[in-house]
T-cell receptor, first 111, second 114 residues
């Protein structure tokens, strides 16, 4: 079965420290992977997706098919990065893909 | 403004009293979905819809119903709410249910069942 695992419920770092939020997936096909973020009292929104290979707010994520991982990284954390982060996998075929989410990691960046 | 609108945003109700949480999108999206968010459990999909009159169960459909009679609306119905349905609910939509399409989320509806 398709699964997304975020092993850390909570990640606590100090401002300026590197951050890595882990995401592992299990899916035998070609995955479409995303990171969504939920800031306090705001709705979930897309942070980045693997097909874009972009850096958003200093965050990057590389798809590693060998390790089935899509870890989210930022070299220097900022206080405004404190939020809930969800890794999401879309699986399916043809034109129909169903998104499944990990349990989320709460990132707290201390001043 | 392109958005997903949920109502009500907050609701306190009692066990067994039927309620409906509405979800409407103005982006002509084909795909719509309902999630519940619970501490430690993350986002779990309740129901989803690929298009009008096409709905399917997600991971946690028990106790919920949905309908998709028109493209823009996807209401979530709790026929007989129970306390274990106390949660934060999110509606989301995307243009197509294809791999690359990004989900747009509503602001959430916090439901408390006493």
């Amino acid at each position: 079965a398709q699964r997304v695992t975020q092993p850390e419920k909570l990640l606590s770092v100090f401002k300026g420290a590197p951050v890595e939020l882990k995401c592992n997936y299990s899916y035998s096909g070609s995955p479409e992977l995303f990171w969504y973020v939920q800031y306090s009292r705001q709705r979930l929104q897309l942070l980045l997706r693997h097909i874009s290979r972009e850096s958003i707010k200093g965050f990057t994520a590389d798809l590693n098919k060998g390790e089935t991982s899509f870890h989210l990284k930022k070299p220097f954390a900022q206080e405004e990065d404190s939020a809930m982060y969800y890794c999401a996998l879309k699986f399916g075929s043809g034109g129909s893909y169903i998104p499944t989410f990990g349990r989320g990691t709460s990132l707290i960046v201390h001043p | 403004e392109a958005q997903v609108t949920q109502n009500p945003r907050y609701l306190i109700t009692v066990t067994g009293k039927k309620l409906t949480v509405t979800c409407s999108q103005n982006m002509n999206h084909e795909y719509m979905s309902w999630y519940r968010q619970d501490p430690g459990l993350g986002l779990r999909q309740i129901y989803y819809s690929m298009n009008v009159e096409v709905t399917d169960k997600g991971d946690v459909p028990e106790g919920y119903k949905v309908s998709r009679k028109e493209k823009r609306n996807f209401p979530l119905i709790l026929e007989s709410p129970s306390p274990n349905q106390t949660s934060l609910y999110f509606c989301a939509s995307s243009l197509y249910p294809s791999g690359a399409n990004v989900l747009t989320f509503g602001a959430g509806s916090r439901l408390t069942v006493l």
